[in-house]
């Protein structure tokens, strides 16, 4: 099988078409495949082991049969694997095959006349309806002898059996019954010529592990880790708290950044300009005499202490993230071996960063198109997130990247994933929509959202359905953080511990992925006053936290973590549907598994302060049940289970007692496969 | 200007992209470019002198200005000609331009990084917040240097006058004045680099004069032309009606086909498979000793006689449409000069046509991708049609195009609009979606559409937003026909006169193009029992009417014409927008033209049998006007004029006095332009 399309390129720009070259056009016209991402510049998203479907439009002309197959393989040189796709009706078709493993496939489609198809369908017709066939059953013989005489070996033998046995019988029933017998069908479909045959592009797919689509990350400060706030903290310490992190279910602890930390400009308490003695200093102000970005902040600890981590993360089931943050600190090494990777101002200053409203002072950009920095600072940064891999990191948290030329992330991710497939990038972008979906075209793994700032139920439900539609669902993967170092939601300054479980069950069954920076378990949220920050921010100082301080909501996070392991529909933000509850404070959804057996109804109310009330519909159209059918459920937070009657059914949820229900609702096993979409 | 793209094609099945590559690859991406079809693959539709809006996402990273514009040319030669893109917000960007004429168009979008207009959008917020600019100021001045330096001519000139008035004073808020003045920003526009330019592909567009979105069609057989049974119509007999067909206001006049009808096989009354003497058969029986395809049938007259047809019909403002129907009657001419553009059985037959359920023994097909009519049947095609084009007629109505190949209608239209740009083809396809859309694609100018079997009034409403819709809304154009020989559509069968107004009403004020078959305008609707079909069908035999019959519908239609005629925003299927009336019955929308000036109101109830009420709104909002404000509306039906007050009003259509209303409100003047759509 041959790379080389059939289709061939025409000049759509001259208007004129020679006739040669129409006459060279594919008859069958390939539209709408899916999944694929800008008609195949970029790859679409699939995850190993996951069951992944193609779609696609054939049209022809006419009213014959078409065959029809999706073919791919890994890339640069695997094998080709084929699957055939069928139809839906309406011209749509469909497809299924399982990438095996963390890799970048190409696929194709390919559609060509199924000729013995369409005679086989004719003839079937018409010896139903009687009418005269003799002719047909000769042209279907003529049609096989062709076959039979282009054949070789045991595809020749089994045309010749055709043959024999159609010859062998003078009854026009039988020899029908040959030509329509299955085994005839299969014979041809072996030999036949397949004219006017057409390969659609060849389409990418990245295909990731399980990790870049199914996650619970738990964010934490490790200079915060000695429970001391006198002493720094270590990596010697964030081991010790590892159990009970790991026992939360998260997979993924994740660090801002741990480099040495510059002292110009340097950041105090809450942000300030100035400092006072013993002040750490903003994490993110990276680079000092010490060190850069390949460096690790002394006072957390050494390389065998990191690589120490490392490893006792993983035997917990955890890995480490780091955060990958393109900036210096004016102290940072780079500024005196690499003017040349900076933009100079006249005075001979550095203009600091800004992600307006937010102001830097004690940071400074690298200009990633200055002469001196093409190629050199690219390679240096590459040779940054190499080194951390080398270290056994395989998650990076890229801050702002939508300040960094898109480019650059395209050529840096191709580059780290082709030597290292397990890495995942997750984009750290609150900007707008299209530079957020473009992120993930180019490469990221998945994204920050903006999640925190939907609160009202059209907003959650709108966003939720969004997420699920082409282009994001095949581009973006939505990582649901409910709350950051630097996002301190105003829902959550005045909600109380309700507000923190009605974000942790909105965040956890609503993607695969979700985070929280630590103190959401504890419910923290004293603010700047009128602002979304963190009163005496961890950016710039060490917190002490009593994790197991009264009103925490760890064994609901624990309990979430678990249902979501226990439940595939929810190891993906896709496969959401919205259902209707008639009250405008409670979100009602369910997800559902792409194989459809696993299917989950959410209720969450939105309203941390008072009891809400709802009728619900049960969906039971969807589990193919009529309207006053008996539904078995189980509550997944209690384990209670009963059985619904009918349709319509009521709740009622008090915030105080727990403000969310997730219901698992028996698929019943004696139902077919749900029908393709309906023809238009 | 070169025609290159500064795009490289990127390696994407490699997964890994040379460093070279990426530090060459575009730091500015641009997405979603409108109107556009299948990538560029084909051309997308405009029409001459009607405004083209032109839409782009531009993306990159950071927070600095960007320019850009659409450039296009007329092809294959034109000159260049540009337009600014203005943001819309949200990366978003808009441009209009009008395609001057019928002709092939290629337009590309262009962005690049706007460093004055960054500089001076930073400079004006520094001093507006009063903190230090004395470096900033230096800053603007090194960049006028920087581009005074490469200027020539009086771009030079003017930029050392900004130079000089920069230098000569010391005053801070004068240098300031200076650095944003409008013309030093026109100045560097003029001169300065544009790093980072990036251009798009190039996007075929295919621009039709106006008659290809607005125009109404009457369709009549000639040979019923007589107004006599025992004697067939004329070309001279079609003369003598032309009168009342222009008063109605129907811009083309549409013939079944006008060749010589086969005998074999010939079918009687009613689809007999028997004749008697004197049936003439069905006109789509198309081929005689007497000639085929090229030649006219000879009891209509001489080509004299059609000549003088065509350019009587000129006079009244009336362009004819012919039939294409690639078929032939077992007497066709081709059948024996050309028995290998056939397909053979081997009994020595052709099969006959089929376009399931319909069978038409009386013909059959030709074999596009037979050895011998490679490339000699489809040139032959193309010479029927151009042949009928050099006697006069510029409009085809194609029958079926969707049983023949996609890449020959491809290159048929190309060809044939490459030499006659007025060429207007008109798909009868009544196929499933994909297919009637990939026939737009493929060059069609209009089609057939779903809207007779379309009755409810969410099944119209629907149907109408989905022609307002990507990708249908840049590729296809619905011809909107209230009947046809082949469909006496069930509704009409039953609704008496009110139903043929409803339906005219809704064909006329739905779509820029809408059609008719004869005996619409009396009210016909004699069913062969049970089915779509007219009895005693014109397909088959002559037929004599009274256009004047009592019941006739000839004044309405006439008016609803003369509407169409006097309002831009009824000359498109495009610009609907349904609105609410509290009744199922009552379908209620609004078309407004493109530049927003002509606003239509239409309510239609789809009753013919009862009076129908309802409250309904007024979409003040879309006037900006507050919900109680005052409207003026004039009854576009009988001229009366009146003031509404407030947005809900209530409306009684009374099916017996007329089944609709279609109400013209003034447009405020003082209204500013509409925003652009929200930002996300």
């Not at 003695?277 to 903003?282: I, K, L």
């Not at 998650?395 to 990247?401: A, E, G, I, M, Q």
């Not at 939505?478 to 170092?485: G, Y």
Request: proline share 7%.
């Amino acid at each position: 099988m041959s790379l080389e399309s059939y289709r061939k390129p025409v000049d759509t720009l001259s208007g004129s078409l020679r006739i040669e070259e129409a006459i060279d056009l594919p008859r069958i016209a390939i539209e709408a495949v899916s999944p694929t991402v800008e008609g195949g510049r970029f790859a679409a998203k699939a995850i190993a082991g996951r069951t992944l479907t193609v779609r696609a439009v054939l049209i022809a002309d006419g009213h014959d049969k078409l065959g029809a197959r999706v073919v791919w393989r890994e890339l640069p040189a695997g094998d080709w694997q084929h699957v055939p796709l069928k139809p839906l009706g309406n011209d749509r078709w469909e497809a299924h095959f399982v990438p095996p493993r963390a890799c970048r496939l190409a696929f194709a489609v390919e559609a060509w006349w199924d000729v013995y198809a369409s005679y086989a369908d004719e003839l079937k017709k018409k010896y139903a309806a009687g009418v005269p066939i003799s002719l047909e059953v000769h042209e279907g013989e003529l049609l096989l002898e062709k076959s039979a005489k282009v054949a070789h070996g045991e595809h020749a033998a089994a045309l010749q059996g055709v043959l024999t046995r159609l010859r062998d019988t003078e009854s026009l029933d039988r020899r029908v019954g040959v030509l329509l017998a299955p085994e005839t069908a299969r014979a041809m479909a072996q030999v036949e010529a397949h004219p006017h045959r057409v390969r659609s592009a060849l389409y990418p797919l990245e295909v990731e592990r399980r990790l870049a689509e199914f996650a619970s990350w738990y964010e934490l400060f490790p200079r915060s880790a000695s429970n001391d706030e006198q002493r720094h903290g270590t990596f010697r310490d964030v081991i010790e708290r590892l159990p009970e992190i790991a026992e939360m279910g998260f997979d993924v602890l994740y660090f801002p950044p741990i480099h040495p930390i510059g002292r110009t400009h340097r950041k105090g308490r809450n942000n300030a300009l100035t400092t006072v003695e013993g002040d750490p200093g903003s994490p993110y102000a990276i680079g000092s005499e010490e060190g850069g970005h390949e460096a690790l902040h002394a006072e957390l600890g050494s390389f065998e202490d990191f690589r120490a981590l490392v490893a006792a993360a993983r035997e917990q089931g955890l890995e480490i993230a780091l955060d990958f943050a393109i900036q210096c600190s004016p102290d940072h090494p780079w500024l005196k071996q690499h003017p040349g990777w900076f933009s100079w101002r006249p005075d001979g200053s550095i203009r600091h960063a800004e992600n307006p409203p937010k102001k830097y002072e004690d940071i400074v950009n690298v200009d990633f198109y200055a002469a001196d920095a093409m190629p050199e600072l690219w390679l240096a940064l590459r040779d940054v997130v190499v080194g951390w891999v080398e270290q056994g990191v395989s998650l990076f948290r890229v801050d702002n990247p939508h300040t960094k030329p898109l480019p650059f992330w395209e050529w840096l991710i191709a580059d780290v994933r082709g030597r290292y497939p397990q890495t995942i990038f997750l984009a750290e972008a609150f900007t707008r929509p299209a530079m957020m979906a473009r992120l993930g075209k180019v490469g990221f793994s998945q994204s920050y959202t903006y999640f925190t700032w939907r609160n009202s139920k059209a907003e959650l439900q709108e966003y939720l359905e969004e997420l699920n539609e082409a282009p994001l669902s095949e581009c973006y993967r939505p990582n649901f953080f409910v709350n950051t170092p630097d996002i301190n939601p105003y829902f959550l300054q005045t909600s109380g511990r309700a507000g923190f479980l009605i974000r942790a069950a909105l965040a956890t069954m609503g993607s695969g992925l979700w985070g929280m920076y630590s103190g959401f378990e504890i419910c923290e949220a004293a603010p700047v006053p009128g602002k979304e920050e963190y009163l005496d921010s961890e950016k710039y100082q060490l917190r002490i936290r009593d994790y197991r301080a009264p009103g925490n909501i760890v064994a609901e996070i624990a309990q979430l973590n678990r249902i979501r392991r226990q439940n595939p529909a929810l190891q993906t933000h896709l496969g959401f549907q919205a259902y209707t509850a008639w009250n405008e404070h409670i979100l009602y959804f369910g997800k559902r598994s792409a194989d459809r057996s696993n299917f989950i109804l959410v209720a969450i109310s939105l309203d941390p302060h008072n009891a809400q009330e709802a009728h619900f519909e049960l969906p039971l159209w969807e589990l193919g049940l009529a309207d006053d059918a008996a539904t078995e459920g189980e509550d997944l937070m209690n384990g209670h289970t009963w059985t619904w009657y009918g349709k319509v059914q009521w709740m009622r949820i008090e915030p105080w007692v727990l403000p969310f229900g997730i219901w698992r609702i028996r698929v019943p096993g004696d139902v077919a496969a749900p029908a393709a979409p309906a023809a238009k």
